[in-house]
C-alpha cells in the first residue's frame, strides 16, 4: 500500500474525540476550543510541527521519525505531504493545504510509537512554544496523543469532483451523556456563510453502533462534513466515527 492508498481510499473514516464538551454544540477534536473552519481554513495554509518530545526526531529518533500530513489543496483535491520531524523544534511543511484532515506517523524508530504529544497548527499561530507545545492553540489542526500514532480533525470535506454518502456512525460516551449530531455546510469557493445545518441527533446512549444507510444522506463536492457533540453537563466527554462513502 502507498502513502496515497493509506490515507485516501472509496472509504472515508472519519474519527474525532474531545474530552471537554459543554452543553452547547462542539466539533469532536483534540483541542479545547471549537473549530472555526471559516477563520482557520478559510484560505490556503501552510503547517506546523512540533512534538512535546525530543524523542521524535527524524533519522536517530526512537518514537515517530515522519509523519504524514493529509487533506485538500486550494483546488479541493486530495494530497499529503511528508515532513520529518526535529523533535521539539518546529518544523513548517511546504504543502498548502484548504482542509487539514489528520496526520499519522509515515516512519518511526525502535519504540515503534510518538513518544510525545504532536501538534499540527496552521502556521504562524502557535504562540510561543514551550518544550515543542504551543502556547495558542486556536488555529491548531490535529493533535497526535502519546502514542497514538495519528489524529484525526473530525470533520470531512468532500473533495472536488466527489459525492460522498453517510453509511454509518459509532460512538460512545463517558462522564456525561453526550448527545451526538452530523452536520453538513456547503460552500463556493472559499464562503462560508451559509453555516451549520443540522442533520440528525443520535441520542445519549453510552454507545451504539448505528447503520445510517436508509437515510439516504449524501454530499456533492465541496462540502463540510461535522461530528459534534453537546454534552447534558459540563465536561462530557464523547468519541466518534462516522462513515462516508464515495458514490
Not at 51 to 59: E, F, H, N, R
Not at 109 to 128: M, R
Not at 159 to 179: D, E, I, V
Request: proline share 1%.
Amino acid at each position: 500500500m502507498d502513502i496515497r492508498e493509506k490515507v485516501f481510499s472509496r472509504i472515508k473514516r472519519v474519527w474525532g474525540r474531545n474530552l471537554t464538551i459543554g452543553t452547547a454544540w462542539e466539533h469532536l477534536y483534540e483541542f479545547s476550543q471549537d473549530i472555526d473552519i471559516r477563520t482557520i481554513m478559510g484560505a490556503g495554509f501552510v503547517v506546523d510541527y512540533s512534538s512535546s518530545s525530543a524523542l521524535d526526531v527524524a533519522v536517530t529518533g526512537t518514537g515517530a521519525r515522519t509523519i504524514i500530513g493529509y487533506g485538500l489543496d486550494v483546488n479541493y483535491k486530495e494530497v499529503f505531504e511528508v515532513v520529518a520531524m526535529n523533535g521539539q523544534t518546529v518544523v513548517t511543511g511546504t504543502q498548502k493545504f484548504l482542509r487539514f484532515f489528520g496526520m499519522c506517523i509515515a516512519t518511526h524508530g525502535s519504540l515503534n510509537k510518538n513518544v510525545g504529544d504532536i501538534y499540527a497548527v496552521k502556521t504562524g499561530t502557535g504562540g510561543t512554544y514551550t518544550t515543542g507545545v504551543p502556547g495558542t492553540i486556536t488555529s491548531g489542526l490535529a493533535k497526535m496523543l502519546v502514542a497514538e500514532g495519528s489524529a484525526i480533525s473530525g470533520f470531512y470535506t468532500v473533495p472536488a469532483g466527489k459525492t460522498l454518502k453517510l453509511k454509518r456512525l459509532s460512538y460512545g460516551n463517558y462522564t456525561q451523556a453526550c448527545q451526538l449530531g452530523i452536520f453538513a455546510q456547503k460552500n463556493t469557493g472559499d464562503d462560508l456563510s451559509m453555516g451549520l445545518e443540522y442533520i440528525t441527533g443520535l441520542g445519549n446512549q453510552a454507545s451504539g453502533d448505528i447503520d445510517l444507510t436508509s437515510y439516504g444522506l449524501s454530499w456533492p463536492e465541496k462540502t463540510d462534513i461535522f461530528m459534534r457533540g453537546k454534552g447534558a453537563a459540563a465536561s462530557a466527554a464523547t468519541t466518534a466515527m462516522m462513515l462516508l462513502e464515495e458514490e
